[in-house]
């Protein structure tokens, strides 16, 4: 299975600052035939399911605010919020799609400082 | 819009069977496919499975190979979980989501999520 590696577990942000969660694989999501990181994050707030942010490590889904910026290749990748507001709290985890079984990250806890 | 409902938070005992449905609303599954996400009380997501409706082709992680099976009704576009022989451990909401098949692999639509409490 691929093991996927988020850090930090938390971190707290002033609003307007940016905030910067990595993920890293173990081993590479990156197809050579379709040339696409079949990588996705998700935002969870509380009480609520996921919500897909991003896809194919960067491609962000409609309606995402272009505060959220994927980015990285083959095993390391790095989700930013460039200007946090107060409804970017929630839990953001990482997502590969490369091989079943789908596996998650463990998680980002972002808040307010 | 197509949504995905759930049906609702169930307490049963330990040993005991549940089954959680979920009902694509306002359309049809499609050619979607349809995973199971997992979520113990204050832990990450865990993928269990996926079935493709259309198909009747199923996908298992092996954490969830055994006492879990996952149908899909395309007459009325809903999907289920069964998870027999319940253990305090499965304690956990379940989400269905439509994705997690080769050609739609992301998750784009989740439903709410059903709470299974397991306690003696």
């Known amino acids: 299975d691929i093991v996927m590696t988020q850090s930090p577990d938390s971190l707290a942000v002033s609003l307007g600052e940016r905030a910067t969660i990595n993920c890293k694989s173990s081993q590479s999501v990156f197809y050579r035939s379709s040339n696409q990181n079949h990588l996705a994050w998700y935002q969870q707030k509380p009480g609520q399911p996921p919500k897909l942010l991003i896809s194919?490590?960067?491609t962000r889904a409609f309606g995402v605010p272009d505060r959220f910026t994927g980015s990285g290749s083959g095993t390391d990748f790095t989700l930013t919020i460039s200007s946090l507001q107060a409804e970017d709290v929630a839990v953001y985890y990482c997502q590969q799609y490369y091989s079943p079984p789908l596996t998650f990250g463990g998680g980002t806890k972002v808040e307010i400082k | 819009q197509v949504q995905l409902v759930q049906s609702g938070a169930e307490v049963k005992k330990p040993g005991s069977s549940v089954t959680v449905s979920c009902k694509a609303s306002?359309?049809?599954?499609?050619?979607?496919?349809i995973s199971w996400v997992r979520q113990a009380p204050g832990q990450g997501l865990e993928w269990m499975g996926m079935?493709?409706?259309?198909?009747?082709?199923?996908n298992y992680a092996q954490s969830f190979q055994g006492r879990f099976t996952i149908t899909a009704d395309t007459s009325t576009n809903t999907a289920f979980l069964e998870v027999i022989n319940l253990r305090s451990d499965d304690t956990a909401v379940y989400f269905c989501?439509?994705?997690?098949?080769?050609?739609?692999?992301?998750?784009?639509?989740w439903g709410q999520g059903t709470l299974v409490a397991v306690s003696s």
């Open positions: 989501a439509r994705g997690g098949g080769v050609a739609d692999p992301t998750f784009d639509s």
């Open positions: 306002g359309g049809t599954f499609g050619g979607n496919a």
């Open positions: 079935i493709s409706p259309m198909f009747g082709t199923t």
């Open positions: 194919w490590a960067s």
